[in-house]
């Protein structure tokens, strides 16, 4: 117990790179979840702590660890919980979150009860919001409840926990998602039948659920007996409220239906009348794609880099560069693809500046939009159209190794892995690299 306390207080006074921690906000199977500080911004963050021992631990699947880390890279939403950042040391990942204040969407009904149908409604448009945002996005959370859903400090909602979620890849060839899963008030009768399922439609009755406990204060589907509670669900047989008005009634009788093939879609419950009451869509055109690192660092302290130019590349330390070695690379957590499919590194003696214009150059001739800052280069296919979410996106970034020499790190973030390709190939050629200089490799 002794030992514990003085543990946690050590970690209170750590600094992890430019954030220090401090108190507990809580804690899972896989370690716990502590309030950060920016240093440099003052900003407040929820750092998520896991420990690899218990990654490998055969009771507990690393696959979580690895789905949330890289759904969460991929998602950029207002009605989403943010992944910032994810450093690491041999021992823990960190994985830099959105701090939300208000806490638990459960907490919230548990405490003051159900809320109007004014207030139920907004929470219920967000949520809608949030999850075809991650669905446009080939993410389907899959436990979606109460519990996962954070309210912060101005009532609006955070989808957060993707510890179950499901990829693209993760669909098996007859399209179906066949792993059973979720929160037994909440999950859809088509997973319990275990036949294969369709993860936007499943996502859709946890959904419903949601709203049935937002404006009544009570689960839809209840029963201390799991096969009887099983089997009101599979006959979607829950007693609908008469305080209710009947937009709603009707909204969570079509949500709630038990046949996937005709219960109705998230495009139908934004037509939908009662729905569409007082509704403000989120403009994701508002919304920047910022580059989220996934390096792995050392738990030393990473400089400060408020003494110098805003305009200067990172200076990057030998902490970082080891990190950066086959030894401590996070990247196979995330994907098996070849690393030339998603990220080269080279050096050059090149200014900072020669490289930034030289690469900035290249991508604008080749039809791409370019922003600069900081000594990154942020590079996006130029659509007309409402962006899309197979639109190429890259981030380029000079990490200064010493006087005079630069490390060179280009990552695809997302998009068609053929055009970066060629996008890479092409910079490489301006730049004078060899093409087959696909990753340096910290020899120290």
Known sequence: MVRKQRQQE???????GKYEVGRTLGEGKFGKVK??????????FAVKIIEKSRIVDPRITEQQVKREIKTLKLLKHPNVVRLHE????????YMVLEYVTGGELFDKIATNGK??????????QQLIDGVSYCHSKGAYHRDLKLENILVDSNGNIKVSDFGLSALPQHYRDDGLLHTTCGSPNYVAPEVLANRGYDGATSDVW?????????LTGALPFDDRNLAVLYQRIF????????????????????????????????????????FCESY????????????????SFSENEVPSEGDRSPRSPTLINAFQLIGMSSCLDLSGFFEKEDVSERKIRFTSNHSAKDLLDKMEVTATNMGFRVHKKNGKLKVMEEHKARRSPSSLSVSAELLEIGPSLYLVEIKKTCGDSTVYRQLCKRLLNELGMPQNQELVSAQM
């Open 235 to 274: 006959k979607g047989d829950c007693q609908i409220p008469s305080f209710l008005s009947p937009g709603a009634k009707n909204l969570i009788k079509r949500i709630l239906d038990p046949n996937p093939s005709t219960r109705i879609t998230i495009e139908g419950i934004k037509s939908d009348g009662w």
């Open 115 to 124: 809320l109007s149908e004014a207030d139920g409604r907004k929470v219920f």
């Open 280 to 295: 403000c869509p989120v403009n994701m055109e508002d919304e920047d794609d910022s580059y989220i690192s996934d390096e």
């Open 10 to 16: 050590e970690e209170e006074g750590m600094r992890l």
């Open 35 to 44: 309030f950060a500080r920016d240093v440099e911004s003052g900003q407040g």
């Open 206 to 214: 946890s959904c419903g659920v949601i709203l049935y406990v937002v």
């Open 86 to 93: 994810v450093l690491a040391s041999k021992a823990k990942i």
